[in-house]
Antibody, heavy 122, light 112 residues
Framework: QVTLKESGPSLVKPTETLTLTCSFS??????????VSWVRQPPGKALEWLAR???????VYSTSLKTRLTISKDTSKNQVVLTMTKMDPADTATYFC??????????????WGQGILVTVSS | DIVLTQYPDSLAVSLGERATINCKSS????????????ISWYQKKPGEPPKLLIY???TRESGVPDRFSGSGSGTDFTLTISSLQAEDVAVYFC????????FGQGTKVEIK
């Protein structure tokens, strides 16, 4: 059974660095075809894809946010960590992690965590 | 980045009627190597994670009801709900995976 869960602070101050952890079970990032991605949704706004990491160490970032994002993985702990620097109130959002399963030429986000709401406020 | 523009921003449809959502890409997402369109559709309900409905523009994900269908090629795509049910009230997003992934701005579907 595949599960993912996001954890981290619910409140951060402007200019601080946000660190979120995605803890997962039921698959391994050492397995070919497996990746984890991060997506966020500000209240009442659109989904925004942030970053992904995976079995092939081919980390990819959102073009608009790549200078602020770092994604890393700990395969022994089954965790993926996303850090975002210079937090701003506009970064207030629910942050989701998802398993990405790559097969037959396509990579699909097939399992998701429930998300974590992060508020940026002083 | 590839920009996806959805229209309308919202629509209200009677139960049992058809709902049609459009997604226009700023550039073609049809890959010449495999003749596939790198577009997917997601359903998003409040308090829930996104749910994948359609990929390759028209392939329904396992377990998705067949009232959901996708069509289109190149830069223009459509998600159709053939007979709207109450549980389909949600915001729907298109996403491209031709390049670094991006989402459309979303279309809110409500009951008339």
């Amino acid at each position: 059974q595949v599960t993912l869960k996001e954890s981290g602070p619910s409140l951060v101050k402007p200019t601080e660095t946000l660190t979120l952890t995605c803890s997962f079970s039921g698959f391994s990032l050492n397995s070919i075809g497996m990746r984890v991605s991060w997506v966020r949704q500000p209240p009442g706004k659109a989904l925004e894809w942030l970053a992904r990491t995976g079995w092939d160490d081919d980390d990819v970032y959102s073009t608009s946010l790549k200078t602020r994002l770092t994604i890393s993985k700990d395969t022994s702990k089954n965790q993926v960590v996303l850090t975002m620097t210079k937090m701003d109130p506009a970064d207030t959002a629910t942050y989701f992690c998802a398993r990405v399963y790559c097969t037959n030429g396509v990579c699909l986000d097939d399992y998701w965590g429930q998300g974590i709401l992060v508020t940026v406020s002083s | 980045d590839i920009v996806l523009t959805q229209y309308p921003d919202s629509l209200a449809v009677s139960l049992g009627e058809r709902a049609t959502i459009n997604c226009k890409s700023s550039q073609s997402v049809l890959h010449s190597s495999n003749d596939k369109n790198y577009i997917s559709w997601y359903q998003k309900k409040p308090g829930e994670p996104p749910k994948l409905l359609i990929y390759w523009a028209s392939t329904r994900e396992s377990g998705v009801p067949d009232r959901f269908s996708g069509s289109g090629s190149g830069t223009d795509f459509t998600l159709t709900i053939s007979s709207l049910q109450a549980e389909d009230v949600a915001v729907y997003f298109c996403q491209q995976y031709y390049d670094v992934r991006t989402f459309g701005q979303g279309t809110k579907v409500e009951i008339k």
